[in-house]
Every structure is written in C-alpha cells, then in structure tokens.
C-alpha cells in the first residue's frame, strides 16, 4: 500500500484566511468577511470570474489559492490531480435566491443559474489550477467534509490519483442565510469557512515537503452506532496541528471514518 502524505493547506473563515506559507487574520473593520471578501485580498494574481461567484466558490477558491499549487503544465492539466469536496449546505443558498426572483417576478437570473449545482465551486477551481483528474461533490449532513476526506485517500490508495484536494467547505448567501437555525436539518452551525488539504502518494513527493503522515487503518474496537460528526470542527483540528508542527515535537490526530462513509476506520495524522 503506498504511503500518503499532506503536503499543503489552505483556509478561510471569520478569523481570516491563509495556509502553510501563512495566516493572514482578517480587520473586522472592514465588515463581514462573507460580505467584504475581495480576490485582490487574498493573492496576486488575478481571478476574473471571482466577483460574479457564490459565496461557496468564492470560499473554495480561496481556500485552494493558499495551497500554493504549482501552475498548469504547458502542454495541458493536471490529470494527476483530483477534487473532492464535501459540502452539507452546498448551493442551496443561491437556489433560494434564484427561486425568489422567478417568484417575485424578476424572472430567473443568469448569473445565479449558473452556480444552481455544488459542484460548480469543483469546476471553478479545476479550470482555475488546470487540474483534470477525477472530481466529485459529497453531501452527506454534516459529515459531508470527513467523507471528502476520506475519500480523497481511497482514491490515492487505489492509485486513482496521485495527488488529491480535499475541501471542506459550507457557505450561507443570500436571503436564505437570514432566515431560523431550523431551515436546514442536520447541517451543524451556520458557518461560513472552507478548509482545502492536499493529499499526495508519498513516494512521488519529496520528503522534505510533507507537513503529516497519513494512515488508514481498522477502527481497534466495535464501532458505536454511526455517529453524525461536524466536519468542520474535526477539520479545525487537523488545521490546528498543522500550523502547530514543531519538528522535534511529534503529534498525532486520530480521526474516525464519519458514519455516512460506510467503514469502521480510522484516520491517523502524524506529524
């Protein structure tokens, strides 16, 4: 079984944003970072279609922007490369929307139309990186993001990648993000943030470049009854030891495969 390692990370939430290379904290004198973000913020090249995204691929796209990502090869994509995200919450923020302009009269927008799939904030960042492996939207409650995860590294331990972007993402836009805590069952709080890890088999990266081990293996006891866990908490955690890695300290995180996922597993991170 080929060894798997995390070679880079990449956030954004209400503290700010930023990945190995830094954090970038956010002046909350500027308002809401929902509703203030500009791509000019956040990286230097520039990004031309970010102004007319949804918030979920805004959020997607700065959380991979961080990672750092080599650019396309001249002669194509990254067909190496695979995109999964996890997302509870997904678009349902932007339907809304668009439902209430056709319901009020305004007709059905364009704009808005175009971002009526999770799976657009995927397409975003693929055609902004060049990648061109395998891609898939997961949402599964709040285990949405663990099973991103999760599935990211059966796609590296069955050699259908080589490296692969977990995302971890949730995103409440529009009128539907003003309305009760009860709109959405099942969901976890209503935060806005998105967590991007990079995940790569270990022996086509150097190692210098590793930031965490990573390895699968059986759940040691009889697994409890499934359990819905809140992706972005465990995801928070992962992000803590990671911005924490001391090299003559050694962590360890244990992350259980999530209930949705199906498997008694268990998920060890060794920095």
């Known amino acids: 079984m080929a060894a798997m390692i995390l070679t880079s990370y990449g956030y954004i939430d209400d503290s700010g944003f930023g990945g190995r290379d830094g954090v970038r904290p956010w002046d909350r004198n500027q308002g809401e970072i929902s509703r203030a973000l ?13 102004g007319r995204m949804d918030l979920l691929s805004k ?23 695979a995109v999964v995200l996890g997302t509870a919450w997904g678009c349902q923020g932007v339907d809304g929307d668009f439902y209430q302009g056709i319901v009020k009269g305004d007709g059905p927008s364009p704009t808005l139309f175009a971002y009526t799939l999770p799976t657009i904030a995927v397409g975003e960042v693929c055609i902004r990186h060049g990648l061109g492996g395998p891609s898939y939207c997961f949402q599964a409650g709040s285990d949405s993001g663990l099973v991103a995860l ?12 080589e490296r692969c972007l977990c995302i971890m993402a949730d995103a409440w836009s529009g ?21 991007a890890f990079l995940l790569e088999q270990g022996q086509l990266a150097p190692a210098q470049e590793a930031l965490a081990v990573l ?22 955690k992962l992000l803590e030891i990671l911005q924490a890695a001391d090299p003559d300290r050694r962590q360890t995180l244990d992350i259980p495969a999530p209930g949705a996922y199906g498997l008694s597993e268990v998920l060890t991170v060794s920095t």
Not at 38 to 50: G, M
């Open 38 to 50: 500009r791509w000019r913020l956040t990286s230097a090249p520039p990004h031309e279609r970010f």
């Open 59 to 81: 959020y997607v796209s700065v959380a991979v922007e961080m990672l750092g990502l080599p650019p396309p090869p001249a002669d194509g994509l990254h067909l190496a490369t």
């Open 150 to 161: 999760f599935e990211g590294l059966r796609l590296l331990q069955e050699g259908e990648c």
């Open 175 to 195: 009128e539907i993000a003003s309305r009760g805590d009860k709109v959405l069952s099942g969901v976890g709080p209503r935060i806005n943030y998105a967590y």
């Open 215 to 236: 390895t699968l293996r059986p759940a040691p006891t009889v697994p409890a009854p499934a359990e819905v866990r809140d992706s972005r908490q465990e995801g928070a």
